[in-house]
């Protein structure tokens, strides 16, 4: 009761009016760091913080999840382009009033045809044709999205959904103008965001300055945010700790590196969260001899889960199924039911016999092992838990070389299907089995990096998608996940966390501790300085 009216007393000194030493300031340039090269700078064709993180600020939602909520949810769903919305009584059709007067970057005015415009192309049904379509499975039930004069929309559906709200609050949910196309939304972006694209150099920086028209009044404070392109993880912590960048890319803070920062910059703010980013075992099942499935059983049985939080992350991380782990994820599965799940259970070396004694009865054996390549992104975050996982699978008769990709390599690779083995890092935008389910497991889905096919799995993702009742669905949405482990579809490795450090005098930043892809609007971020 003490902390809440602290929280409460803290947030009435800082609304107060005159309050000088809390009064949001106007002006001055954020500097980040960035990891790599994004692939582009379209949302909607990437599925990578990446491209997130620098370009989420360009755009507008129609809606968002509360920033000031910790922990995304449907039931923290604000406004941003739509003003107010309202479900039909069948919950098929759900219609959205829009602000008016609201312009695109380059002065065209924001309509409901924009929104049209924008669904139709990530249903695949307008004429604007997208490269790459990572989150159309999203849609799969979306019949068709009509307009009612320039501001109003509404989004049929084919059967009820509750989802649709939640999926449009995320960052991989922005509109696009109708008039710019889409080629050009890769490399020089529109929108109708508090920040304005003003330049990408390829392994230098990006900047974006500040929207002077920006639709809601006083916002952004900042002039501009520039990220420094820093592929070194050393080189960028450095960067950070001796002043030169006020905020750390996100998530890539390790718990090893997080007591170097503090040690280093003991004002610094830091936050470890969960990233919703999960390292998993990509095998691609059409190409021998991972077509034989007891060959997938044996490498899932090679990963000893406590390894990997030990190493990566000095037991910060957590073992789960395909869901978030409770309790900053709302739908993960409990410790008693993983710990039933095959390969789950403390007994390592009992799973690795098990996986030896399949090898050695296919011919893979100590002296003749199966020679494999593990391909994997190259930067830190997947590199490092694809070593490890190269370690364990030599338990079971598998010998493995890394096969390290830059970025957009990676991502064309798995689009085409262009690997044998994998470790990838899967990053999920939203804390919602819908987006999670149909997204990485439904057969149709662009992100079915493994080709998993399974019609009655595809059956409960159904059920479990048109269940209300949040009790109902959870029961449901475990039972689901507890069946994709036990099918080894897509072996989950490691929940990651990861921190973000920023400078005390950097204000307004709010992290969600069950997605790292949805807070980066920096509307209301500001200097103190």
């Known amino acids: 009761m003490k902390r809440a009216t602290m929280i409460l007393l803290a947030a009435a000194t800082i609304a107060a009016p005159g309050s000088a030493a809390f009064a949001q300031k106007m002006g001055g340039t954020l500097h980040i760091s960035h990891r790599d090269n994004p ?51 069948d919950g098929k059709d759900l219609t959205f009033k829009l602000h008016d007067g609201v312009k695109w970057h380059d002065g065209q005015p924001f309509t409901s045809a924009d929104v049209k415009c924008t669904w139709d192309m990530l249903k695949g049904d307008g004429p604007s044709k997208l490269r790459r379509n990572p989150r159309k499975i999203w849609y799969f039930n979306l019949k068709e999205v009509t307009t009612n004069g320039p501001t109003e929309v509404t989004f049929h559906l084919n059967r009820p959904q509750p989802s649709l709200l939640t999926m449009l609050a995320g960052g991989h949910s922005p509109v696009y103008p109708c008039h710019v196309p889409i080629e050009q939304m890769r490399t020089k972006p529109i929108g109708t965001g508090p920040f304005k694209f003003d330049r990408l ?26 990220f420094t392109i820093i592929p070194n993880r050393a080189t960028a912590v450095l960067a950070f700790t001796s002043g030169k960048e006020d905020m750390t890319f ?44 007891r060959i997938r059983t044996a490498m899932a049985y090679a990963i000893d889960r406590s390894a990997f939080v030990q190493i990566l992350s000095q037991g910060t991380s957590k073992v789960g199924g395909i869901m978030l782990p409770p309790p900053e994820g709302r739908w993960g599965l409990p410790k008693e039911i993983l710990d039933t799940i095959p390969g789950y259970g403390p007994d390592v070396e009992k799973n690795r016999a098990e996986g030896r004694k399949i ?23 997947y590199r490092d838990p694809a070593v490890i996982l190269i370690d364990h699978l030599k338990q079971v008769n598998i010998q493995a070389e890394l096969e390290p990709l830059e970025t957009a390599v990676w991502y064309n690779r798995l689009t085409k299907r262009d690997f044998t083995v994998g470790l990838n890092v899967q990053g999920v935008g939203i804390d919602d089995p819908d987006v999670v389910f149909y997204e990485t497991f439904a057969a149709k889905s662009d992100r ?49 966390w990861g921190g973000t450090c920023w400078q005390p005098y950097v204000k307004g930043v709010k992290l969600a501790v069950n997605s790292i892809y949805n807070h980066w609007r920096f509307e209301d971020v500001w200097l103190d300085r």
Request: with cysteine.
């Open 39 to 89: 692939p582009s700078a379209s949302i909607h064709e990437e599925a990578t913080i990446s491209t997130v993180m620098p370009f989420m600020s360009i755009y507008n939602n129609l809606v968002v999840f509360d920033p000031k909520e910790k922990q995304d949810s449907a039931d923290h769903i604000v406004g941003d382009l739509a003003t107010e919305w309202k479900w039909s009584n």
């Open 201 to 226: 150099k390829q392994n230098e920086s990006i900047r974006v300055v500040r929207n002077p028209d920006y639709w809601k009044k006083g916002r952004p404070y900042l002039d501009a945010i520039e």
């Open 250 to 293: 996100t998530s890539e803070i390790t718990a090893p590196i997080l007591k170097d920062v503090r040690s280093q910059a003991p004002k610094a703010i830091c936050e470890m969260v969960p990233t919703f980013t999960l390292s998993n075992l990509l095998v691609n099942r059409d190409k021998p001899p991972f077509d034989n499935a």
């Open 359 to 381: 090898m050695e009865g296919l011919g893979y054996t100590a002296d003749k092992p199966l020679k494999i390549k593990v391909s994997t992104r190259n930067i830190p975050l």
């Open 448 to 496: 079915n990096y493994t080709n998993y096919n399974n019609p009655e799995i595809e059956k409960l993702f159904d059920e479990q998608s048109q269940t209300a009742d949040y009790e109902t669905r959870r029961k449901l949405v475990w039972e689901i996940d507890r069946q994709l482990q036990l099918d080894g579809a897509r072996p989950v490795i490691v929940h990651d």
